[in-house]
């Protein structure tokens, strides 16, 4: 049974970089034909995508993100990351990693969803 679990700091610094990652266990992040994304969800708002990266380590960004977003892996960890940059208390928000078949963008469908990590952008 595949599982996700995120991990960051909760406090971060306007203007300074998110990082998180995402440890998946119980399959591989290289399994046909898998997304891993990034979602957000602000206090009081739906949720955002964030982006993905795929089972060939192709990545895909939101547009209204991408000039600040980097998604990238580690196969010998079976772990993903993101690292969002030049933060405002804008970004505050829970960050969930989710898994997603294609197509994902498509179908809007994420099987398996991480916990979620709350991240607080405060000076």
């Known amino acids: 049974q595949v599982q996700l679990q995120e991990s960051g700091p909760g406090l971060v610094k306007p203007s300074q970089t998110l990082s998180l990652t995402c440890i998946v266990s119980?399959?591989?992040?290289?399994?046909?034909?898998?997304?891993w994304n990034w979602i957000r969800q602000a206090p009081g708002k739906g949720l955002e995508w964030i982006g993905y990266i795929n089972y060939r380590g192709g990545t895909y960004y939101s547009p209204s993100l991408k000039n600040r977003t980097s998604i990238s892996w580690d196969t010998s960890k079976n772990q993903f990351s993101l690292a969002l940059s030049s933060l405002t208390p804008e970004d505050t928000a829970v960050y969930y990693c989710?898994?997603?078949?294609?197509?994902?963008?498509?179908?809007?469908?994420?099987?398996?969803w991480g916990q979620g990590t709350l991240v607080t952008v405060s000076s």
């Open positions: 119980g399959g591989s992040i290289t399994a046909n034909y898998y997304h």
């Open positions: 989710a898994r997603g078949p294609d197509p994902v963008l498509a179908t809007g469908y994420f099987d398996i």
